[in-house]
């Protein structure tokens, strides 16, 4: 997630991770007849890990204070945006999957935050005789899922509205 706004040197760049995901693949006898759907739980997000923020590159420079970290975490998880008190998961369902092992589509309906939105998602799948994993990025718009994002001081400093949304799920067999 990026800053923006007028005062967006004095924020910086989240990387938020979660490595809970849960969910169900059926495989069916074509790409067609095959669904999933996933559940993201909220309390495993994690803000802007070290490691991670290293393996995201430069936009992500440094290590971010322990303060910063539980601030933001606080502010995702707060009412006014992913309101975790009332909505403890994120889930994803495939409406329809589509394309070529080369170049996969999914309809997905995606529950955040009491609001069910529907978006194409992009990926790959690849496997061997013991996992397959789906893979892709993508740009995703907070406001496409119904979320207003994070603005502070009357929109001086600001999350951005687009987040770039990169997964790779290891289903094994």
């Given at each position: 997630?990026?800053?923006?706004?007028?005062?967006?040197?004095?924020?910086?760049?989240?990387?938020?991770?979660?490595?809970?995901?849960?969910?169900?693949?059926?495989?069916?006898?074509?790409?067609?007849?095959?669904?999933?759907?996933?559940?993201?739980?909220?309390?495993?997000?994690v803000v802007d890990d070290a490691?991670?923020?290293?393996?995201?590159?430069?936009?992500?420079?440094?290590?971010?204070?322990?303060?910063?970290?539980?601030?933001?975490?606080?502010?995702?998880?707060?009412?006014a945006m992913l309101n975790a008190?009332?909505?403890?998961?994120?889930?994803?369902?495939?409406?329809?999957?589509?394309?070529?092992?080369?170049?996969?589509?999914?309809?997905?309906?995606?529950?955040?935050?009491?609001?069910?939105?529907?978006?194409?998602?992009?990926?790959?799948?690849?496997?061997?005789?013991?996992?397959?994993?789906?893979?892709g990025s993508m740009e995703l718009?907070?406001?496409?899922?119904?979320?207003?994002?994070?603005?502070?001081?009357?929109?001086?400093?600001?999350?951005?509205?687009?987040?770039?949304?990169?997964?790779?799920?290891?289903?094994?067999?």
């Amino acid at each position: 997630m990026y800053r923006a706004g007028p005062l967006a040197n004095l924020g910086h760049n989240h990387v938020i991770v979660s490595r809970a995901v849960t969910g169900l693949v059926q495989v069916g006898s074509s790409i067609a007849a095959s669904s999933f759907s996933i559940q993201v739980p909220l309390d495993s997000f994690v803000v802007d890990d070290a490691q991670v923020r290293r393996e995201e590159g430069s936009d992500f420079p440094g290590d971010i204070p322990e303060d910063a970290k539980s601030g933001t975490r606080r502010n995702m998880l707060s009412p006014a945006m992913l309101n975790a008190a009332e909505f403890s998961e994120i889930t994803v369902k495939s409406v329809t999957l589509s394309g070529t092992l080369d170049t996969l589509s999914a309809a997905l309906t995606i529950n955040v935050a009491g609001r069910e939105a529907t978006i194409s998602a992009p990926f790959t799948l690849q496997g061997d005789a013991h996992s397959f994993t789906a893979a892709g990025s993508m740009e995703l718009r907070q406001t496409a899922l119904g979320l207003t994002p994070y603005s502070l001081l009357h929109g001086a400093l600001q999350v951005q509205d687009a987040m770039q949304l990169k997964f790779s799920v290891v289903v094994p067999l």
